[in-house]
């Protein structure tokens, strides 16, 4: 009993020793293949041109990533779709209904089929044409609303825009 327990040390202090290793040499492996990629890499991030942005680039990107401004186009794209809603209660209402009956024993079968067709309209429903009336200001409201945060942003980033420039100019200038 003793010889199986001295004997599972050695194998066991062996084992951990091969595991240690292993993991000593991926570890190693990796970080200096992890090196000779930045190496490799940073090459082409300081090879790159400068970013030039003109106007219409610095505006598209502004507009393309603000979230006021997106949140403000899903808004009207809803207010849109409630208005179309509205304009569905207003048309008349068709519905149409059909079924088939077959019954019959040991003396025979017998089919029977019915269908149906009903048209409603109302005539003088003023809560119908009220309620398509708020959707379609309350769309028209968002529209508006989108083209005054619009405004706002377009006339934030021209005075970012012209501080950018003043701060260039003053840079070449200092460097002169």
């Given at each position: ?35 000779l ?8 991030v ?8 003109d106007?219409d ?5 502004a ?7 997106k ?7 809803e207010y849109?779709y409630k ?14 209904s ?12 017998s ?12 005539i ?9 009336k708020?959707r379609?200001?309350?769309y028209?409201?968002m529209?508006l609303?989108?083209?005054l ?8 980033l ?6 950018l420039l003043?701060a260039q100019?003053?840079?070449?200038v200092?460097?002169?």
């Amino acid at each position: 009993m003793t010889g199986v327990q001295t004997c599972a040390l050695p194998i066991s202090y062996a084992i951990k020793r091969r595991v240690l290793r292993y993991v000593y040499y991926m570890v190693i492996k990796h970080i200096f293949s992890l090196f000779l990629i930045s190496l490799f890499f940073s090459g082409f991030v300081f090879a790159q041109e400068p970013l030039v942005l003109d106007w219409d680039k610095c505006r598209e990107i502004a507009f393309e990533n603000n979230s006021s401004l997106k949140s403000k186009k899903l808004a009207i794209e809803e207010y849109r779709y409630k208005y179309l809603a509205g304009l569905n209660d207003y048309y008349p209402k068709i519905s149409l209904s059909h079924s088939l009956r077959r019954s019959g024993g040991v003396s025979g079968v017998s089919n029977s089929v019915s269908a149906s067709i009903n048209a409603s309209e109302k005539i003088f429903d003023l809560r119908t044409l009220s309620s398509i009336k708020i959707r379609k200001f309350s769309y028209e409201k968002m529209i508006l609303s989108y083209a005054l945060e619009s405004s706002g942003l377009r006339d934030e980033l021209a005075n970012a825009f012209m501080t950018l420039l003043v701060a260039q100019e003053k840079i070449i200038v200092n460097s002169k």
